[in-house]
């Protein structure tokens, strides 16, 4: 089965950095995505990392380590609309997605 | 842009009767996926389908579940007798065909609520 960790819950003051991590434990491995989701709304695709390492999307940024089975997304400058609830998801052979918990970030000025 | 589209966005039924729900992928897409979210949890996988048939369903994903690709536009997810567990968001999702196309486009959600 899957199993991700994420932190419940994150606060951060417009214009700074915030990193939010996840843990994983899965049985197929082909990757590790980030998507948003905002109040109500529906996901949206963030970033994907098959390899370790950093990939960079404007402000925001997704690292991956197979090996420690470990991933993070930073967001950088800090706006108070990313307001919302961050998820990681493993991607299994059949490019389905499975879901963390989710973290709630809230951007406070 | 095109996007995945879902109808109805709330639907009301009473425990035991027959829902389904609508969605209608992005054209080009072959990928077609049913999540659910119960309110304030994590999003779950519930099926995925590829070539007209299931390529991989979940736990949830019961004999109460069933999907189908009716016409070449509209992918349809059947509950045939909803129980009040079953309230949740819905969400379908599509992504293209390859290797490397993980990025999934969900569709806006409807909203069960089984009374």
């Known amino acids: 089965g899957q199993s991700l960790e994420q932190p419940s819950e994150v606060t951060a003051v417009e214009g700074a950095i915030v990193q939010i991590n996840c843990t994983y434990q899965?049985?197929?491995?082909?990757?590790l995505s980030w998507y948003q989701q905002h109040d109500g709304g529906a996901p949206t695709f963030l970033s994907y990392?098959?390899?370790?390492g950093l990939e960079e999307t404007g402000r925001f940024s997704s690292f991956l380590s197979r090996s420690d089975s470990y991933g993070y997304l930073l967001l950088q400058e800090l706006q108070m609309k990313d307001s919302a609830s961050y998820f990681c998801?493993?991607?299994?052979?059949?490019?389905?997605?499975?879901f963390g918990t989710g973290t709630r970030l809230t951007v406070i000025p | 842009e095109p996007e995945v589209t879902q109808t109805p966005s709330h639907q009301v039924t009473q425990m035991g009767q027959e829902v389904i729900l609508r969605c209608v992928p992005i054209s080009n897409h072959l990928y077609f996926y049913w999540y659910r979210q119960i309110l304030g949890q994590k999003v779950e996988f519930l099926v995925s389908f590829y070539n007209n048939e299931i390529s991989e369903k979940s736990e949830i994903f019961d004999d109460q579940f069933s999907v189908e690709r009716p016409d070449g536009s509209n992918f349809t997810l059947k509950i045939r007798s909803t129980k009040l567990e079953d309230s949740a968001m819905y969400f379908c999702?599509?992504?293209?065909?390859?290797?490397?196309?993980?990025?999934?486009?969900f569709g806006p959600g409807t909203r069960l609520t089984v009374t």
């Open positions: 990392n098959a390899l370790d």
């Open positions: 899965t049985s197929g491995f082909y990757g």
């Open positions: 998801a493993v991607i299994t052979g059949a490019n389905n997605l499975f």
């Open positions: 999702a599509s992504s293209e065909t390859g290797a490397f196309s993980y990025e999934q486009y």
